[in-house]
């Protein structure tokens, strides 16, 4: 019967959860699990239950895709340290060869039979002979895999703004699209340094309370409109729906704040309306 457990995988700090399909597997066993089309070496631990609502936490398990054998640990140990030694050699050729590309990272199939080697590069890179003198040196296949700045930073993990585990390379298992729009919607300043992950990227997670957002400025004036209060005609410069407050600039330049509990349409100055 198919359940959900953890799994701890070498390469990443957090465990991830996987579906362990026919499988029966229990906690501290060696398994093999489908990790972006790469098979690779885990051991079951207990499923993390995300005290979260967000669509991205939700559904998308790795596959468990059979118990680890005694060759598969031994296997493992000894790439540990072949890794090393494999993207020295790589970063080598790379240097030889005069290539516009970043390495990564190096990935070791639980058999040995297959070596990945994890790059980033802003252009198309012709690897062939990359490639083929690796495969002569190493003795073994080779594949090149382009990866984006976002997968660059899940595959190495570290800590983000917050102070916690990157959110990619501990729960998210799928990339969304993150707007400019998201942050002008919640408010945030448009600093590239406030708001950028490790990765280069707009953060993942100003998509987190962007649905939020929305609703509670469902029916709100937009930011620039003029309004109509007690002390006259004001522009709207803010709205910050966490202290439910719109912030109203005068004419004479005083700022005064307005409950969004005593907004009424109507308070709004048509655009033709004269001064």
Do not use: W
Request: with cysteine; proline share 4%.
């Amino acid at each position: 019967m198919s359940r959900i457990v953890g799994v701890k995988l070498r390469k990443r700090s957090f465990p991830i959860n996987a579906d362990t399909g026919d499988l029966d597997v229990q906690e501290n066993d060696k398994v093999v699990v489908d990790v972006d089309g790469v098979p690779t070496l885990g051991t079951v631990v207990p499923p993390i239950r995300y005290k979260c609502l967000i669509k991205q936490c939700s559904q998308n398990y790795i596959k468990i895709l059979r118990k680890a054998e005694e060759t598969d640990v031994r296997q493992e140990e000894l790439n540990i340290r072949m890794e090393r030694d494999y993207f020295q050699a790589c970063l080598r050729k790379i240097k030889e060869q005069q290539l516009d590309m970043k390495l990564v990272d190096v990935s070791i199939e639980p058999d040995g039979s297959k070596v990945i080697f994890f790059f980033v590069a802003e252009n198309r890179v012709d690897f062939r002979q990359l490639v083929k003198e690796l495969a002569s040196e190493l003795r073994t296949r080779i594949e090149m895999r382009q990866i984006g700045a976002r997968t660059e930073a899940q595959r190495l993990g570290g800590l983000g703004c917050c102070g916690r585990e990157l959110c990619c390379s501990s729960f998210l298992r799928k990339f969304y699209p993150i707007t400019v729009r998201m942050t002008k919607e919640q408010g945030l300043p448009l600093d590239p340094e406030k708001i950028s992950g490790l990765c280069g990227r707009l953060m993942c997670c100003l998509s987190y309370e962007y649905d939020m957002y929305i609703e509670c400025l469902e029916g709100l004036p937009k930011i620039g409109k003029k309004i109509m209060t007690q002390h006259g005609i004001g522009k709207i410069k803010q709205i910050n729906v966490i202290s439910r407050k719109i912030s109203i600039e005068l004419e004479d330049g005083i700022v005064v704040d307005l409950s969004i509990d005593d907004f009424h349409p109507d308070m709004l100055v048509p655009t033709d309306a004269k001064q």
